[in-house]
């Protein structure tokens, strides 16, 4: 069992700069690949970013490719998304991710979820 809790959410202005954290329980977190989804007001939710259980692998949606890294640390089992210059569209809320599998997380596929953290970017 894994459980996921979404920190670093807020309300800041558009060209700015924000860093989701996301803590993990669990002493297996090493081996899960952990990724970043976002839904806005009436949308799906989206994939955003995920990184591999090494940390050697990074995928990106293209929206966000080259405005946010996503990172993690396993001695804190903690997984980060660096945003930077964020727009309006931008706003939605962001939920980490846990899966066995990278391509799993990259379908949508998760076996664990967080409760989200809410990124509002006004212009």
């Known amino acids: 069992q894994v459980q996921l809790v979404e920190s670093g959410g807020g309300l800041v202005q558009a060209g700015d700069s924000l860093r989701l954290s996301c803590a993990a329980s669990g002493r297996t977190f090493s081996s899960y690949a952990m990724g970043w989804f976002r839904q806005a007001p009436g949308k799906e939710r989206e994939f955003v970013a995920v990184?591999?259980?090494?940390?050697?692998?990074?995928y990106y949606t293209d929206s966000v490719e080259g405005r946010c890294t996503i990172s993690r640390d396993n001695a804190k089992n903690t997984v980060y998304l660096q945003m930077s210059r964020l727009k309006p569209e931008d706003t939605a809320v962001y939920y980490c991710a846990a899966a066995t599998l990278t391509s799993r997380l990259r379908r949508g596929v998760s076996d664990y979820w967080g409760q989200g953290t809410q990124v509002t970017v006004s212009s």
């Open positions: 990184i591999s259980a090494s940390g050697g692998s990074t």
